[in-house]
Every structure is written in structure tokens, then in C-alpha cells.
């Protein structure tokens, strides 16, 4: 699979820097930098992209602000991507009419797109497109297994990570931890991270994206100890 990871700031390089270190062989990753400083609408978006970008199966776009996400159904056609992640980390960035808007547009050039809120949320029943499903499979929402000796986290196995990497800091803090304290301290390893959501109050969840991102961490190590137990 032929990825393009458009990028910007600290957060997308950060995500690009992980997935470059966890992707499959089969998998080629390049890269397009986009501008920090772009105006709040782009009234025509080819006057900041270039000539020509690398063709691409799948998009990946992880821009700082709304100007990076008003360029994502350009980027997309300018690649010939058949698919576009775009997570929502930060509402700020891709508010609700703007994903509806980028949505119709990607869809009116049969292109399929996911928008996870936030990335490490995705699954593989996002989206029936294969190459939405096949990242998924490897970065998403965490999969992990662990082993147990004598009750305290002796080692683990990354079935999924999530796509900042977050997942395999918070498994390595809790070597040696008792099952229980290392559920009550995935959260905050989490935090220590850190995590790069939005800490801003979400209307729709009731909580901050960075608060709904450590609970999918929470989770992932709650479930890898009770499968282990059950065995």
C-alpha cells in the first residue's frame, strides 16, 4: 500500500515518526509538508500546493488547523487516493460542518474517507474501503496482549497500536506493576505521554478528546490483563 502523510507541526510528525518505525515492509510512506501558516478559508486551494504530489493509495492527513483540512479533497485528487484517513484530534482544526463538507466533496470523487475522533478510536469497520481497513488493522484503536508472573506485568505483545505510538510507552511503564495498579495507572502514563488531543471540553462526549484517548489506552490494558486471567 502507497501512503501520503500530509503533515504539520509536532503533532503529524509525531504520528508519521511511528508509523515509519511500526509499518508493514509492504507498506510505502512519503511524506508532503504543508505550510504552518495558512489563511482561515482557502478560497482556491492549488495556490499552496505544489506542481505535483506522489501518487498514493490512501491519504493521510495530519494538518495543525483548518486551513491544512480545507486542502484535503485536492491533496486527495492531485494523488489519486482511493481513500482518506482524518482524525480528529482537535475539534478546533475539523469542526462538524467542516468533516460534512470535505465528506460530500471526497464522495463526489469516489473517494472513501474515515474521520476518527479521536485517531486511536479507528477500527476496521470504519469503512468498507480495503486500504481504510488495512491500516486499521495494524494502527487504531490498541490491541495489546500481556504475561503475568506471579501477578505483576512481565512482559506484552502489540497486536495494534495506536498511531502516535502511545499504546507502547504506557505497556513498557507498566513492566512490573501488580494487574491492578497497572489498570488504575494506564491513564496517567497516558497523560506523561503525552498525549496530543485536545484537552478542551467536547460537547458530545461530555469530556476533552485527551480524556476520551485515555480511556481507549484503559481499556486496552484492562482487557489484555482480564484475557490473560480468563486463560
Not at 491533496?75 to 484517513?85: E, G, L, T
Not at 475539523?94 to 477500527?123: E, M, R, W, Y
Not at 506485568?153 to 510507552?169: D, S
Request: glycine letters at 6%; one cysteine or more; charged letters at 25%.
Amino acid at each position: 500500500m502507497h501512503i501520503l502523510a500530509v503533515i504539520q507541526g509536532t503533532y503529524g510528525q509525531r504520528i508519521i515518526h511511528n508509523l515509519r518505525l511500526n509499518n508493514p515492509e509492504s507498506w510505502e510512506i512519503e511524506d508532503w509538508t504543508i505550510p504552518l501558516k495558512l489563511p482561515f478559508i482557502i478560497e482556491n486551494p492549488k495556490e499552496f500546493l505544489p506542481e505535483e504530489l506522489p501518487r498514493a493509495d490512501l491519504l493521510l492527513s495530519l494538518g495543525g488547523n483548518t486551513g491544512a483540512a480545507e486542502l484535503i479533497p485536492e491533496i486527495a485528487r492531485m494523488s489519486s487516493a482511493k481513500a482518506v484517513i482524518a482524525p480528529i484530534d482537535n475539534r478546533d482544526n475539523l469542526p462538524p460542518g467542516l468533516v460534512n463538507q470535505i465528506k460530500q466533496d471526497l464522495k463526489q470523487s469516489g473517494i472513501d474517507s474515515a474521520f476518527p475522533l479521536p485517531f486511536c478510536s479507528l477500527t476496521e469497520g470504519a469503512s468498507n474501503n480495503k486500504y481504510i481497513k488495512e491500516f486499521a488493522g495494524y494502527f487504531g484503536k490498541p490491541k495489546l496482549t500481556v504475561i503475568l508472573d506471579q501477578g505483576r506485568i512481565n512482559n506484552f505483545t502489540m497486536e495494534r497500536e495506536a498511531p502516535c505510538g502511545v499504546t507502547c510507552f504506557v505497556a513498557e511503564k507498566l513492566i512490573g506493576l501488580g494487574s491492578e495498579e497497572a489498570k488504575e495507572k494506564a491513564a496517567l502514563f497516558h497523560q506523561y505521554y503525552p498525549c496530543l488531543a485536545s484537552g478542551k471540553m467536547d460537547r458530545k462526549f461530555g469530556d476533552s478528546i485527551l480524556h476520551r484517548a485515555a480511556h481507549i489506552t484503559t481499556a486496552a490494558v484492562k482487557s489484555a490483563i482480564t484475557l490473560y486471567l480468563k486463560e
